[in-house]
């Protein structure tokens, strides 16, 4: 039997193959533990994998990822997939996929864009997806300088 | 159709323009007059001053028979107040059949055309798109030096603060200009920015003076450096001394070199120069208007 390191969950989402050493920006930007929430939350990294050599890992007891959330994920960890559980089945088996414009996730990090200035308005950007992946601001045509910080 | 960012543009869209400014240069001079756009209005809305650029739309639609409102400066406007732009935006395009936008904030133009039914002119905002500047440009170059096409262009001053040369460069990339940054290594070009005219296939260069260029450029463009960009002003005055266009240096010139300048100069061009046949930029400025004037016509007719 292969070593268990994380326990399985009952109910909740898993997020496996995560680029090694990004599993607490995945953290971040889904915002958990949530306020006032107890269930749990298992973080491994640098996980042996197969398919990546290393991987990290996330167990999340109780949260059903919405898309939104998935596409968010999709910016820092391309490569993930998400598994949704429901009684210790799979419920449900998703694949993050890279969209070429995010609108609303993301922020921009030119202080000066109109969309920085309280107009009534939905970010949009369009994502480049070279050596890394980078998020350049439709409204003022800047690259985004952190993503993680920018779509925490 | 709005005019946001030169980005928007094909070489094709870019030619376009450019013909019926060429068109428009007699009713620019006060020669022949128009009314082709008669009983239609222009809202000038400048959140921020700008009295070349204001003077010489106001100018184009005037001659061209139409009329134009708005205001120069934010103050006593509603914006003052605290109404966004978007408002403002909505507001200007029930009283007007196209507007023309001034505002410190990037993304301010696309914003605007995102809320208005009329179509928008970006007449700078912020450090983003100027793209009337940009077409101006282009139209002097084609004007002054015969052609448009694979000219050898050197651009020199502030070329990573200075808007309009972004725009410039990426434009001459499209007509597969010969380039060359010109900049105190503070001022360099963005490395982004040289990235992506390398993508549209040009080979810019980087070069330290002025005098590297002067035998081989069709135009050399040259823009301000601010005092503010330097901490130490004996670095300023030390770097204003070496970006500058004298007579002296002019005789090493290329027989029909051109002299362009966006305004208002310093002490980037000595005033000697003026007089002489390498100056462009005031014909440059005054280009400003047939180059609007063919956008104008070309945004309200609802073409592109």
Do not use: W
């Not at chain 1, 200035?117 to 800047?142: D, M, Q």
């Not at chain 2, 376009?16 to 007699?26: F, G, Q, T």
């Not at chain 2, 905002?125 to 004007?143: E, S, V, Y």
């Amino acid at each position: 039997m292969k070593e268990m390191k994380i326990q399985p969950i009952k109910n909740g989402t898993v997020i496996d193959h995560i680029e090694p050493g990004m599993a607490l920006k995945v953290v971040r930007i889904l915002g958990i533990p949530e306020p006032e929430s107890h269930s749990t939350i298992s973080i491994a990294m640098f996980v042996k994998s197969k398919k990546m050599k290393e991987k990290d890992l996330l167990k999340i007891e109780d949260r059903e990822l919405k898309q939104k959330e998935v596409n968010k994920i999709s910016l820092i960890a391309p490569n993930a997939t998400i598994v949704i559980i429901k009684d210790y089945n799979v419920k449900k088996k998703m694949r993050v996929s890279l969209p070429e414009v995010i609108n609303g996730i993301a922020r921009c990090s030119n202080p000066n864009c109109i969309t920085n200035k309280g107009e009534p308005l939905e970010t949009e950007f369009s994502v480049e997806n070279g050596k890394e992946i980078r998020l350049r601001c439709l409204y003022c045509e800047r690259y985004v300088t952190d993503i993680v910080e920018s779509i925490a | 159709m709005h005019v946001v960012s030169i980005r928007d543009f094909s070489k094709k869209d870019i030619e376009r323009i450019l013909n019926v400014a060429e068109k428009m240069l007699p009713i620019a001079r006060g020669e022949k007059t128009s009314d082709l756009l008669k009983n239609r209005i222009m809202a000038t809305l400048f959140f921020e001053p700008s009295t070349r650029t204001r003077l010489s739309f106001e100018s184009a639609m005037l001659r061209l028979g139409g009329r134009a409102l708005g205001f120069a400066d934010p103050g006593g406007t509603s914006a003052k107040k605290g109404e966004t732009l978007a408002d403002t935006i909505r507001m200007a395009a029930a009283y007007s059949d196209v507007i023309v936008l001034r505002h410190p904030q990037e993304g301010a133009a696309k914003l605007a055309a995102r809320f208005s039914d009329k179509p928008i002119i970006n007449a700078g905002d912020g450090a983003g798109q100027h793209p009337t500047q940009t077409l101006l440009d282009l139209f002097t170059i084609r004007k002054e030096t015969g052609k448009l096409n694979k000219r050898n262009v050197a651009l020199v001053g502030d070329l990573k603060y200075g808007r309009t040369v972004h725009s410039l460069a990426y434009a001459l990339a499209m007509f597969d200009a010969k380039l060359t940054f010109i900049a105190p290594p503070t001022l360099q070009m963005p490395e982004e920015m040289i990235a992506t005219v390398k993508k549209m296939g040009a080979k810019p260069e980087l070069a330290n003076r002025v005098e590297d260029v002067i035998g081989t450029a069709d135009v050399i463009y040259i823009t301000r450096i601010q005092k503010e960009r330097f901490p130490d002003p004996s670095e300023y005055k030390k770097v204003a001394e070496i970006y500058k266009i004298t007579t002296d240096l002019l005789e090493d010139a290329k027989k029909g070199m051109k002299i362009m300048h966006p305004l208002p100069r310093v002490k980037e061009i000595t005033q000697e120069v003026d007089s002489t046949k390498y100056a462009a930029y005031f014909k440059q400025a005054f280009y400003g208007v047939p180059t609007r004037m063919a956008l104008l016509k070309l945004v309200t007719e609802g073409g592109n």
